[in-house]
């Protein structure tokens, strides 16, 4: 079950962990999650209940991963990325069972395309990532969207397709209007939108 037994990290009883996973040091993986072979997971991860991460796919460090999320292959998380209950990370584009000829796909006969997911972002419960997409520092995708395009730093997304409603600071939060700029109502860090993208200004606290 422990991927590497000279590294400190927690599996819970059912969890199914290869044994050629790295698991970094202090990360938690509860019952019935798989961690496949070749994950490469920093330290103080979670892989909640029953969630997938595929083979291959990178965690940097302090990412949660929440019930039974579903994280394909060649899935990149960056550090301190928040992934909801039940999201979906996919990697086929066009994705078939069979070859035109009706014979069983084989992984030769697909190539496979990954999401990736910035510093510090956050993926709403239930919400789908269809690859290749990539999910800006920061950004806030709002439960149940749908991501079919890449997203912007800070960014606050909703819907089907999902689209820009507005912008949120690191703390999550939606920022509000102050002169000129943007600001955090709770660190007061302070932000300008600039042609569709939004520049910190600086990073404050309340």
């Given amino acids: 079950m422990s991927a590497n037994v000279s590294q400190e990290f927690f599996a819970a009883p059912g969890a199914d962990v290869s044994d050629k996973a790295?698991?970094?040091?202090?990360?938690?993986?509860?019952?019935l999650a798989q961690v496949r072979e070749e994950v490469q997971m920093g330290r103080?991860?979670?892989?909640g209940r029953g969630a997938y991460i595929g083979s291959g796919v990178q965690m940097g460090d302090n990412c949660k991963v929440q019930n039974y999320a579903l994280v394909y292959e060649p899935a990149v998380l960056e550090k301190g990325?928040?992934?909801?209950?039940?999201?979906?990370?996919?990697?086929?584009?066009?994705?078939?069972?069979?070859?035109?000829?009706?014979?069983?796909?084989?992984?030769?006969?697909?190539?496979?395309?990954?999401?990736t997911l910035k510093e510090g972002c956050s993926v709403g419960a239930r919400s789908v990532c269809v690859a290749p997409v990539t999910v800006g520092r920061w950004a806030l995708i709002a439960a149940g969207a749908v991501v079919t395009k890449d997203v912007p730093d800070f960014a606050l997304m909703a819907g089907v397709p999902a689209k820009r409603i507005g912008w949120v600071s690191r703390a999550g939060k939606p920022l509000v209007a102050d002169g000129d700029n943007l600001k955090c109502p709770d660190t007061g860090a302070l932000f300008r939108e600039d042609n569709g993208i939004l520049i910190e200004l600086e990073e404050t606290n309340a």
Avoid: M, Q, Y
């Fill in 44 to 47: 103080d991860c979670i892989v």
């Fill in 22 to 31: 790295n698991i970094g040091n202090g990360s938690k993986i509860w019952h």
């Fill in 81 to 115: 990325v928040f992934v909801g209950p039940a999201v979906v990370l996919t990697n086929d584009t066009f994705p078939r069972a069979i070859t035109p000829t009706g014979e069983l796909k084989s992984a030769s006969d697909w190539e496979a395309v990954g999401v």
